[in-house]
């Protein structure tokens, strides 16, 4: 039972991971990427066909995050006129895309039988211990991860970016380069979930395109609202919620005899549904929203009427922490 409860906390670190990467990309930048699986086997495949060479795993999972950031960039520029539902379309099919590559191209990724043995750091010289390691290593990237992005999105930057999502046109006449802003984002956006991929194979030893489903991006997507999509906390908050979510499922749908597994499965997408659906119903603008607040200080939750606080008017809106 440790270990499974280790492997699930390892996995909700993973998806804060690909959460932050959303909130970079759509949060603050304001661009609907339903993709992002697309990127999450990008980085997963680089990861382990490089370690397969005999690479260092170090230098993996920093080629597979900028090969990631890289396809991310090409993508934006292709896509550069695109908005909206447009966007989130060719998105989508990008991510289908890259599935169709792994499963066709067999003399790089072996197709459907996937990649296996994949290395892990430190697997052999620490045992038993390797679990609890690969927990706190995931944990202490995601965290450092969320610092970086906070300093980010609370720099001249991040103010620009939170320009552009609100008004494009507006920002392009104050003077903002618009594309090299979404650019940039969907590179940090993607380099994070490229990343997120590497040690999702690293985690599991094993990576096939059935892994890479666009079933995973909606999980993505209702733990980015459910935190609060512009938000960093929010990004983590949402991950662990519905990695408890999906886990919880598990059990109460198993405990039902009667059914199959195709039944418990379609029971648990139910269960899940209706719980979000009640979530999102009570905290429509997730659990940590965006606040304007008079001391300009955005909180995850709290008062807007605290009277202790300076009345000063907020300059900006600071939607990231």
């Known amino acids: ?63 597979s995050a900028v090969i990631a950031g890289a396809v991310g960039v090409a993508l934006t520029f292709v896509t550069r006129k695109m908005r909206g539902d447009y966007l989130a379309i060719v998105s989508l099919g990008f991510a289908e895309v890259v599935r169709v590559i792994a499963m066709n191209e067999i003399w790089l990724t072996r197709g459907s039988d996937g990649i296996s043995g994949i290395r892990a750091p430190l697997k052999l010289e620490l045992g038993d211990w390797f679990s609890l390691f690969y927990l706190v290593l995931v944990w202490t990237i995601a965290g450092l991860t969320a610092f970086a992005l906070t300093r980010l999105f609370r720099s001249p930057f991040g103010r620009a970016l939170r320009a552009i999502r609100d008004d494009e046109q507006v920002a392009a006449v104050a003077g903002k380069p618009v594309l090299r802003f979404k650019l940039n984002a969907f590179f940090i956006g ?63 749908a198993g405990a039902i005899p009667t059914l199959n597994a195709v039944q418990v499965a379609s029971m648990r997408e139910m269960v899940i549904a209706l719980a979000l659906i009640v979530i999102m119903r009570v905290k429509a603008d997730g659990f940590c929203p965006s606040k304007i607040e008079k001391s300009g200080v955005v909180s995850c939750g709290g008062s807007d009427n605290d009277e202790s606080k300076p009345n000063v008017v907020a300059v900006s809106v600071r939607d990231a922490a």
């Open 190 to 252: 993607a380099l994070v979930t490229g990343l997120a991929g590497a040690m999702y194979a690293h985690l599991t030893s094993f990576i096939a395109p059935d892994s890479f489903i666009p079933l995973l991006t909606i999980y993505i997507f209702l733990a980015t609202t459910t935190g609060g999509y512009t938000r960093v906390k929010g990004a983590i908050i949402g991950a662990i919620f519905v990695v408890a979510l999906l886990e919880s499922t598990r059990f109460l």
């Open 1 to 63: 039972m440790t270990s499974y409860l280790i492997f699930v906390a390892t996995v909700a670190g993973i998806y804060a991971m690909l959460s932050l990467g959303l909130v970079t990309i759509w949060g603050q930048g304001g661009m609907v990427n339903l993709g992002l699986v697309g990127f999450f086997a990008v980085g997963a495949y680089v990861s382990a066909i490089l370690t397969e060479n005999g690479l260092p795993i170090a230098f993996a999972w920093l080629a």
